[in-house]
C-alpha cells in the first residue's frame, strides 16, 4: 500500500513534467513529418468540444504502466453518448462492447490500463460511477479496454489499484493531451521503439475528429511514416531499440478512440470506427495475430438523447456527407500514433530492460531521403 | 412467352379468387387458436400504414410459385425506410442486406420468390425502379429473398419473368393480405403440410408491428401451436400429407419481413428483427442446416430522413420502451406461421407431387385434447 | 476479511448441503414436466466428459452471490477448446468475446458472478491462470460473465473476493451439478420467481449436448412451461413473489453456457450458440431491453488442436449433420432454465427483500389443467 | 440478340489480344514500383494451385462490361472451398454471404460483374451449375459481385447475357491472368484514371496467397502508390482523366478477392479477408459513402471437407503461424490494385466519355523525385 501511494505521488509528479513538456516537445509535425488535413487548435482528441482526459502515470521500481480515461462529455456530465466499436485484430479485450452494440449508447468514460488490470479499472468505475451518481441504469457495464505491457512492467504484479482509477477520472480536464509514456501508455512499445499515448485531430466540414490511441503493436521493419519505409531504413541499420523483427507485432496491440462532434447515429460511428483501419495500414500495420486493435467511435451530438423518457428528437448527418469523416479518421489515426512514437521517451523498466525512443534526427533524415520532410517546419 | 402471359393471366385470376376468399376463410385465431397481444384491424402487415403488398402467383403446368412484394411506404414513394437485417440460420439468400447493414436505410421494396429466381427479380426491381425514377443513387441494390418450392414447383425452369415482378409491385395495396398459396409463398410448405405466405400484426403503446413471413420451414414432429404439440400428435397417427420426419426441415426455410411505424433506428431495429427468432422458436422451429431463416425489419417513421442533404432530425423510441415492442415482434411472427398453415390449401404441383393442407378439424381436436381451443370464437 | 472468511466457510456448507440436497430435490421432470429429447445420465453439462463445474455461494448478512466456474476439460488441463459466443440482447457482459471470436479458442474457465464483481473475478481468473501455469500466451483475457442480483444482494458492496474465484475453480468436479441457488446464481430471479443456476444435456448420434444456465430474466407473465402459459395461470391468483409484470423483464438476465462433444468449429459452434434463443423462446422469454442474454458454446473434442506448433489435424462434423444437435440444444436450454426455476427455493436476502420458489404443487396442477403433466413420474 | 453474338465474338477476340498483350505490356513493378514481400512466378491469383479465371469482356457500342469468374478449384471441380466474406463499406453487393458466414463454405464459382447484372449472372450461375452437376444441394445461393461502370457503360441497358457469364465459366484457365480492361472490370475506373482488373500474389512459409480486384474506387486526390503521393502530384497539374477530386470516390467501389493454399478455417479467412483493408489503406483510400468494399477469401486447402458424409479430417494452420499471411494479404491487395491501375488503357465508352489511363512515364517521375523509383527494373 505504501508502494502504491508513493508510486501515486510520483505519478502526479510525472503528469505535471509531462504536461510542461508537453509543450516544449516536438510532435511529429514539429519534426517536419507531412500529414493531410487540418488539425484543430491541439491537434488533439480534446479538440472535439467536451472530451477530456486523464492519466494516472505508475512509474517506481518494476512498474510502468497507468490508467488512461476519455469522458466523452467530460467527469460532470453522466449524459450518454451514441458511440459503435470494431476489432481490427481481436487479440484483446475491451469490455462494455456488447452492451455498445445493442444500446447504442456509451454510458461512461473509455478506460485504457495494461491487458492483466482490465478487471480491477472496470469494478473501480462502476465504484466511480456509484459514488458520483452516474449510473443510467442500476447496473453498470463499463469500458475498459487494454494492451500488453509485459515487456517493461510488472505486468503480473497487478499493480494498478482503484485510487488510480478515481486519479485518472478525477484529474481528466480538457485542454493539451500528454502523450508518449502516460498513463495507460506507459509502458508500451510499437514497432520496435518506445511508445505509448498519441493524439490528434482534424476538422472538417465544420465538425471535428479526434482521435487517441494507446499504441502498442507492430515489428519494425512494417513502420511507414508518411509513406516512407522508415522501419526498413531502420532495419538496415544496427539501431539500438528492440531487436527489428516482425516477430514482435506478435506481442503488440493498439486501441484507438475516435471522438467526433459530428451528429452521426450509431450505425454510422461503426462506419467511422471501421475507417481507422486504414489509417492504421498507413502506419504499415497488418495487425498480427497476436495484436489487439480494438476501436471504439462516440458522437458528442446529440446531448440528452439517452435521457428522453419515451421519444428522443436527435440529428443524424446524412450519409452523402460522411466520407469526409472517413478522410478525417483515417488522417488523425495515422498522426496519432506517430505522435505518440514521436513523444514516447527511453525507458529502462522491469528486469532492466530498455527500449529506445525512436531517434528524431535519424527519423529526419530518412524521410528527407525519400524527400517527404517537410522542412518549413 | 405465351406460356408466361396465359400463366400472368390465370395468375390475376387466382388472386382475385385469393382475395375473395380471404374473407371468408378462416384465419388461426378464427379457428380458436389462442394468440398473446391485440392485433390490428386486419391482423396483417398492411396495418402499418403506408406498408403495401402485392403478389403475383404462378400456377400452370409444372409452376408452382410467384413473387411476393412488400412496399413500405407504398408502390407511389420513393421514400427510404430505415432497416435492418438479421440471419437466423443463412441457408438461402437475401440480397441487399450489406447495403442495409451499412447505410440504415431500405431504399425499395422487399421482393421474395423462390430461391433460383432471385436474380431476374433483383434486376426487375432494378428495371421498375429505373422506370419509376425511384433512384436513390445511381445504382440500386434490391432486397430479394427466397425460400426453395423444389418439391411443389419446376424451380429450375427460371419461371418467373421480369413481368411477374412488376405485376406483384404495381398491384400492391393497402388492406388485407392473402395468405396461403399466394406470390412467393404459392408452392411452400413448413412442418410437413402445404403453407406459404402468412401475416400477423400487434398494437402496442400506440405502435403497430406487422409481421409476414413466407413460411417453407420445419419437420412435422417439430410443431407447436399455442405451445400445444401439434406436431407430435399428427405424427402419431398416418396423418396424409409429407411423411413427418425432422430430416425435412433440411428443405426448408423462411423469410420474416417485421414493419413497424414505430420511430427506431437502425441498430434499435436490428433488435426487432432478432425477436422474431423468439416467436419462430415457439412454433418448434429449431432452424435446421438446410434453412435460410433470414429476418429484415423497417420502420414507416421518419419519412424524409433520407433525403435531407445534410442533416436528418429523426425521432427515436427510448431504448427503455422498446420491450414491448420485442413482445409484439415475437408474437405477431408467431401468429404469422400459424396463419400461414392455416390458410394454405392442399396442392398438387410438379411430377404429381401433393401436399396436404394441416385439418382444421383434426387441429381443434388437438388444441381442445390441451385444453387450448378458445371456443369463444 | 473475518467475513469473508466466515462467509466462505459457510458457503462451502452450504455446498454440501446443495450437492446433498441434489440427490432428493425433485428437478422439473421428477415433478413430471414433459420434455423433448434424451437427457445423458446426469441431465447436466458435466455429461459432456471433461466438463467440471465448481461453485462459490456466499450467503451471509446482506450477501446474496457467488462465482460458477465450468472448465470445458477440467481444472488440471490447460488445453483450449473451440468456442463461439452470441448476443441475444447484449444489456450485460461477457469478457474474452473478441478474442473467441477472433482466434476460435476458449483458453480457460468460463465464470459466471454478478454484475458488478466480473472485474475482480477476471483479474482473480488471472492470477490462477499465472499460478497454475495455464497461459497459453504471455498475457490472458478472460471469460468471465454476469446476471444482476441486486434484488437480493448488496450488489454494490463488491464482496466477491479472488479467493472465492480460486475456491470456484479449485472445487469444481464431474459429476452432478447443483442446481438453483448456487454459485453464480444465488440471488438470481427468473419469470418473477426465485432462480438461479440449472443445467440440463440432450444424447444425440453419439454425441452430448449439455447446457448450463444463469437464469435471470423474465417477467412472470411470460413464462410458458411445455408450452403450457404458466405465468398467465399463476399471474390470474395472486400468487406470491414478486409482481408479475412485464416490466421486470428489465431487471433479468440470463447467460447460457453449451458444452459439447461434437467436433464441431468455431463457426459451427457460432450455429449452436444461435439455437438457444429457440430454447429460451419456448420459456417464453423476449429477452427486454434491460436483458443481458449472452451465450458460449464450446467443444470438447479436438484436444491439443491449439497446440500445434504448425498445422493441427481436426475433426469437423459435417454441416448435413448438425441438425440433431441443433435440436438438442433448444431442448436442453429448455429444459435447463426449468430446472433452475423449479430447483431454487424461496430466499429472504438484502434489506429483508423476498422472492419466493414456484410453488411445485400449483405448477403440477397448471400443467395437469393443460394435459401436459406427465403422470408417470 | 445478333448484337449480343456479335459483342460476344468481339469478346473473344479481345481477350485473345489480352492475352497476347498481357506477356508484353509493363506491370506495376516493370515500371519499377517496389513492393514488399515475394510474389509467385505469375504475381497472380492463379499462383495458387488449382484457381482458374475467367473473363467476358463485352466492348461494343454503348457497351463496356463483362464478367469475370474465378474457381478456387478450376471448372472441372465442384469440391466446396472453405471461405468467409468482410464487407469494408457495403455501398454494394456479393450475394451468397449469408450462407458463407453460416456453412463456412464458398459453393461454385466467385463471379464478379457490373451492379445491375448482377441477378442474370446469379441465375445463370445456378443454370450453369445445373448442367454441369454442380449443386451441393438441391439449391444455389451464387456468389456475384459488382461495382459500378455508369460512367463508360449503358449500365442501364442490361447488356450482360447468360451466355456471357457461361463463357467466362467455360473459358477460364490457369496461368497469366488479363489485366486491365477485361472482364467485370472492362468499364471500371479507380483514383480517376482508367481502371479494372488487377491481380498479384505472394509466396510466405510454403505458402501462396493470390489476390484478384475488381477496382472502381477512390477520388485522385488520395492516390498513394509506394507510399508516394502520387494522386497529389497529378492534381497539382491539369492531367487529362477524370477531374480529381474526391467527389469521385462517391461513385466508387472494389471486390477483392483473395485465394491462399494455407488451410485456413473460415474464421481464420475471416482475419485473411480483414486484411484487405491495410492494403488498401495503403493506396490511399478510405472507403468513401458510395463505395462497395467488400471481400471474399477462401482457402483451396481441405480438399473434400464439404464432401464427408459425418465427419471431416481438416488441417489448420496454427494462429502462430498466420501472421506472415496477413502480411502477405496486404501486400498482395496493394500491388493487384496498382497493377490495375497500370494495366487499364484509356477508354471512349457510353456517352462519348472518356477515361485516361495513368501516364506511366509521369508515374516513374513522380516515384522519381521521391526516390521510390526501383530503376533496376
Chains 1, 2, 3, 4 share one sequence.
Request: aromatic share 4%.
Amino acid at each position: 500500500m505504501r508502494l502504491a501511494k508513493t508510486s501515486f505521488v510520483i505519478s502526479l509528479l510525472l503528469l505535471l513534467v509531462q504536461i510542461a513538456s508537453a509543450q516544449t516537445k516536438p510532435r511529429a509535425r514539429d519534426l517536419g513529418v507531412p500529414f493531410e488535413g487540418t488539425p484543430g487548435p491541439l491537434n488533439a482528441i480534446t479538440d472535439v468540444k467536451g472530451v477530456e482526459v486523464g492519466v494516472t502515470t505508475l512509474i517506481t521500481g518494476e512498474v510502468r504502466t497507468g490508467v488512461t480515461a476519455i469522458l466523452p462529455r467530460g467527469k460532470d456530465s453522466a449524459d450518454q453518448v451514441f458511440a459503435a466499436w470494431h476489432s481490427i485484430n481481436g487479440n484483446g479485450e475491451m469490455t462494455g462492447t456488447t452492451w455498445i452494440e445493442e444500446g447504442g449508447f456509451l454510458e461512461g468514460p473509455v478506460l485504457i490500463t495494461n491487458t492483466h488490470s482490465v478487471g480491477i479499472v472496470r469494478d473501480a468505475a462502476i465504484m466511480w460511477a456509484l459514488k458520483h451518481n452516474k449510473m443510467p441504469q442500476p447496473w453498470a457495464l463499463p469500458v475498459v479496454a487494454e494492451t500488453f505491457d509485459g515487456g517493461l512492467n510488472d505486468v503480473n504484479g497487478f499493480h494498478v489499484k482503484p485510487e488510480h482509477v478515481f486519479n485518472a477520472l478525477d484529474s481528466a480536464s480538457s485542454g493539451p493531451v500528454a502523450e508518449g509514456n502516460v498513463g495507460g501508455g506507459t509502458g508500451m512499445s510499437c514497432y520496435g521503439f518506445k511508445c505509448g499515448n498519441g493524439t490528434s485531430s482534424r476538422k472538417v466540414d465544420g465538425y471535428t475528429v479526434g482521435v487517441l490511441v494507446q499504441a502498442n503493436h507492430g515489428g519494425r521493419n512494417l513502420l511507414r511514416i508518411a509513406g516512407v519505409p522508415v522501419g526498413a531504413e531502420f532495419s538496415r541499420q544496427s539501431t539500438p531499440g528492440r531487436p527489428g523483427n516482425n516477430d514482435e507485432e506478435e506481442l503488440g496491440s493498439i486501441i484507438i478512440v475516435v471522438a467526433t462532434d459530428a451528429p452521426l447515429l450509431p450505425h454510422q460511428l461503426k462506419r467511422i470506427a471501421r475507417r481507422t483501419t486504414h489509417g492504421l495500414g498507413r502506419t504499415g500495420a497488418t495487425s498480427g495475430n497476436g495484436s489487439g486493435d480494438i476501436v471504439i467511435a462516440f458522437s458528442t451530438a446529440n446531448s440528452q438523447a439517452a435521457e428522453a423518457e419515451n421519444l428522443a428528437q436527435v440529428s443524424m448527418l446524412s450519409n452523402n456527407r460522411i466520407s469526409a469523416l472517413f478522410d478525417a479518421t483515417a488522417q488523425a489515426t495515422e498522426e496519432a500514433i506517430i505522435n505518440a512514437l514521436v513523444a514516447a521517451e527511453t525507458m529502462t523498466g522491469a528486469k532492466g530492460r530498455t527500449v529506445q525512443a525512436i531517434p528524431h534526427d535519424r527519423l529526419k533524415e530518412i524521410l528527407k531521403k525519400y524527400n517527404r520532410l517537410n522542412e518549413t517546419k
